[in-house]
C-alpha cells in the first residue's frame, strides 16, 4: 500500500488551490522565505565581517612592518650618531687617529651600541653598515663597520607565522559559521515544511486534517455563486471494537486504506479531509444536491468493502450530509447539520446516508432538553421504578414482576421509557441508570419474597466489566437470593460484540442469577444466540400477539417459537397479552407464562403489594368457551 506524502494531491490539489491558494503556497517556494530570509542575513552579516577581519589583518601586518622597519632605521641613525659623537671626541684627545687600539674600539662599541664595531682602512666588502673616519686635513683614513641590527623588523618577521595563522583561523571560522548557518538554514527550512504539514495534513494519510478542510468550506462558501457546496460526514460502524482489535501499525494501514479508496471514488471538485477520531469529510461543490448525493453515495460504497489487514475486516460506513446554501450558508451552521444528518444516519444503521432535515434539528433539541433534564432527574433522584406482574399462563398466579422504569416530569408529565432511555445511552448515563434501577428492584423485592423480579439490562451493562461486580454487590446488599433475578436482554444488546456478551452472561449465571432473551422475534432472531448463551427463559416479542387479531400464521409462529423454548429446556414467557381470548390462545400455543394489561398495568410497589395480597386469577371461562366450540 503506498502512502502518500502530501495532501490530497493531484487533480483534487487543482480544485483545492481555487480555494486554498494562500494555504497551499505555505507548501512551495514561499515556504522557505523565513528561513532564507533569516539565513541569508547572517551569510551578509558574516561573510564581510570575515573579509573585514582578513584585511584588518593584513593592513596591520604591512603597518607593523613599516613602523618596525622605521623603528630600526631609527635606532641606527641614533647609533651612528652616538658614533660620531664619540669619534669627535676622540679626535680632540688625540688628532692621530689613524692608530686605534682595540680596546679603544670595544670603549666605542660599547658607547655607541653597535654590534661587532670594527675598523679597516679599506671599506668592507661583506654587506655590513659602516662609517668613515677623517683626519684633521678631512681625509679618509679608515672605515668603521658594524653588523647591521634591526630588532623591530626581526620581531615582526618572528610574529608573521602567528599572525597568518591566526587569519587563517579566522577565515577557517568564517567558514565554518558560513556552512553551519547554511546547513542550520536548510534544517530550519525542513522544520517549517514539516511544521505546516503538521498544521494543514493528517500526518498518517496525508489527507487535509480538520483546520484545513474547513478552510476550504469556508473559501467555497464565499465563492460559490450557483449550485451547492456540501459538507459530508462519514463515520465507522464498530470502530471502537476494531481499535481493539487492531494494532497501532494496522489501524494506520487501515486509515491509509480508506484515504485511498476515497481518494479513487471521489471526484476531482471534492476534497477530502480526516477529522478527529475516526472521521471522515468532504467537502464538495456540486450542481445540484443530486450530484452531491451521488459523491457521498459513491465515497460511502467505497468504504463499506471489507479490507485485508492480516485479517478480514468487515466494515460499514453512515454518511451525514449538508448542503449549503438549503441548511445554511455558514461553517458553524453547515457542520452542526451535518452531525445531527450523521446521527440521524447511525440510528438507520449500517451503510446509511441521511440528509439533513429541519426535523432533526427539532429532534436534537427535543433530545438536548431530555438530557438535561434525565440528569437532573438523576441528581434530585426523582425517577421512579413501577412493576408489571407476570403470571403462570395455566392458573393466572403471580409468580414473578418486572420492573420498569418511569419518569414524571414536572412539565411535561409522563415520559415513555422509549424516548429517554435512547437519549441516556447516548449521553453515557445508562450504567447509572441501570444501577439504580437494580438497587430498588432487588430492595423491593424484599416485599414479595415468594416472586422472581426481572430486570432489563442496556447495552452498556452487558459491555461493562464490572458489572458483574455490581450485581453480587447489590444481591449482597439486599439479601435476595440470585435465583429470584431475572436479567432480561435483547438481541441488539448483543449484537455488538457476542463474544464479551457470551463472557459477561457466563459470568453472571456462574453467581446464581437467571438470563432471559427479551424481545425474541423483534430482531435477527438468531438461533445461534438459543444455543451458544446460557438463557434461562425465552421472552417471545409482543408484535406476535398483536398479530393474533388479524393474521392466521401468527399462532403457528408462536408456537413454533415456544416448541423451540421448551426443546431447548427454557421457559417461555410472551408479554402483550390484552385479551383473553389471546390468553387461551398463547396458553394452547406452549407458552408457559405471560403478561400484558390483560392482567394488570405496571404499578407502583405498593399497588403490586395489594395486588400480591390478593393473589388475582384470572377467569377462565372463555377457555372453556373456545374449547367448546373447537
Not at 365 to 371: G, T, V
Request: charged share 25%.
Amino acid at each position: 500500500m503506498k502512502r502518500r506524502g502530501e495532501a490530497d494531491v493531484g487533480g483534487r490539489g487543482r480544485w483545492l488551490s481555487r480555494f486554498l491558494g494562500r494555504r497551499r503556497g505555505s507548501f512551495g517556494g514561499r515556504a522557505e522565505r523565513p528561513a532564507a530570509v533569516a539565513r541569508g542575513g547572517m551569510s551578509r552579516f558574516i561573510a564581510p565581517l570575515a573579509l573585514l577581519v582578513v584585511v584588518a589583518t593584513v593592513v596591520c601586518a604591512v603597518l607593523g612592518l613599516a613602523l618596525a622597519w622605521q623603528a630600526d632605521d631609527n635606532l641606527e641613525g641614533a647609533n651612528r650618531k652616538s658614533l660620531r659623537g664619540a669619534i669627535e671626541a676622540l679626535q680632540v684627545l688625540s688628532p692621530d687617529v689613524s692608530r686605534l687600539d682595540p680596546a679603544l674600539i670595544r670603549a666605542l662599541e660599547r658607547a655607541s651600541g653597535l654590534k661587532d664595531l670594527r675598523f679597516d682602512f679599506d671599506p668592507p666588502g661583506n654587506g655590513r653598515e659602516m662609517q668613515s673616519l677623517l683626519d684633521e686635513k678631512g681625509r679618509i683614513v679608515g672605515w668603521f663597520s658594524w653588523q647591521a641590527q634591526r630588532p623591530s623588523m626581526a620581531l615582526m618577521f618572528r610574529l608573521l607565522p602567528l599572525g597568518a595563522l591566526i587569519a587563517a583561523a579566522l577565515l577557517g571560522f568564517a567558514a565554518l559559521a558560513l556552512w553551519q548557518l547554511n546547513r542550520m538554514g536548510r534544517l530550519l527550512v525542513r522544520s517549517e515544511q514539516a511544521a505546516r504539514r503538521l498544521a494543514d495534513e493528517d500526518p498518517v494519510t496525508g489527507l487535509s486534517n480538520q483546520r484545513r478542510l474547513l478552510g476550504a468550506l469556508d473559501d467555497a462558501l464565499a465563492v460559490r455563486k450557483d449550485g451547492v457546496v456540501g459538507l459530508a460526514l462519514i463515520e465507522f460502524g464498530g470502530f471502537e471494537q476494531l481499535k481493539d482489535a487492531l494494532g497501532s501499525g494496522e489501524e494506520d494501514e487501515f486509515f491509509l486504506e480508506l484515504a485511498e479508496r476515497l481518494r479513487a471514488a471521489v471526484p476531482n471538485r471534492a476534497a477530502i479531509g480526516r477529522l478527529q477520531g475516526g472521521r471522515f469529510a468532504l467537502v464538495m461543490a456540486a450542481g445540484s444536491a443530486e450530484e452531491a448525493m451521488s459523491i457521498v453515495k459513491a465515497a460511502r460504497e467505497a468504504c463499506s468493502r471489507a479490507i485485508w489487514l492480516n485479517q478480514v475486516v468487515e466494515i460499514s460506513a453512515h454518511v451525514g450530509l449538508a448542503l449549503a446554501p438549503r441548511d445554511g450558508t455558514t461553517r458553524g451552521m453547515l457542520r452542526h447539520h451535518a452531525d445531527l444528518a450523521l446521527r440521524a444516519a447511525r440510528r438507520r444503521g449500517r451503510g446509511a446516508v441521511a440528509a439533513f432535515s429541519a426535523e432533526m434539528e427539532a429532534e436534537f433539541e427535543e433530545q438536548s432538553f431530555i438530557k438535561r433534564e434525565l440528569a437532573r432527574a438523576l441528581s434530585a433522584r426523582a425517577l421512579d421504578v413501577h412493576y408489571q406482574p407476570i403470571v403462570k399462563s395455566d392458573s393466572g398466579a403471580i409468580v414473578g414482576v418486572e420492573a420498569l422504569l418511569r419518569w414524571h416530569h414536572p412539565i411535561r408529565g409522563d415520559i415513555p421509557p422509549a424516548v429517554f432511555t435512547r437519549v441516556a445511552e447516548a449521553a453515557g448515563l445508562m450504567d447509572q441508570i441501570g444501577e439504580f434501577v437494580l438497587r430498588r428492584a432487588l430492595t423491593d423485592a424484599g416485599r414479595w419474597p415468594h416472586l422472581y423480579v426481572a430486570v432489563n439490562l442496556s447495552a452498556a451493562q452487558v459491555r461493562d466489566p464490572h458489572f458483574v461486580e455490581l450485581m453480587a454487590s447489590v444481591l449482597d446488599d439486599t439479601k435476595i437470593a440470585p435465583a429470584r433475578v431475572v436479567l432480561e436482554m435483547t438481541e441488539k444488546a448483543l449484537l455488538d460484540d457476542p463474544l464479551t456478551a457470551k463472557v459477561r452472561l457466563e459470568e453472571l449465571r456462574a453467581i446464581g442469577v437467571k438470563l432471559a432473551l427479551d424481545d425474541f422475534g423483534a430482531g435477527q432472531s438468531s438461533l445461534a444466540y438459543l444455543q451458544q448463551l446460557p438463557f434461562d427463559r425465552l421472552k417471545i416479542d409482543r408484535g406476535f400477539v398483536a398479530a393474533l387479531d388479524h393474521s392466521a400464521n401468527a399462532g403457528v409462529v408462536i408456537q413454533a417459537i415456544a416448541g423451540l423454548g421448551r426443546a431447548l429446556g427454557l421457559a417461555v414467557l410472551i408479554e402483550g397479552v390484552e385479551t383473553e381470548e389471546q390468553r387461551v390462545l398463547l396458553r394452547l400455543a406452549g407458552c408457559t407464562e405471560m403478561q400484558g394489561f390483560l392482567f394488570a398495568k405496571p404499578a407502583p410497589r405498593q399497588e403490586i403489594d395489594r395486588l400480591v395480597a390478593g393473589e388475582a386469577v384470572q377467569p377462565v371461562a372463555a377457555e372453556l368457551t373456545l374449547r367448546s366450540r373447537s
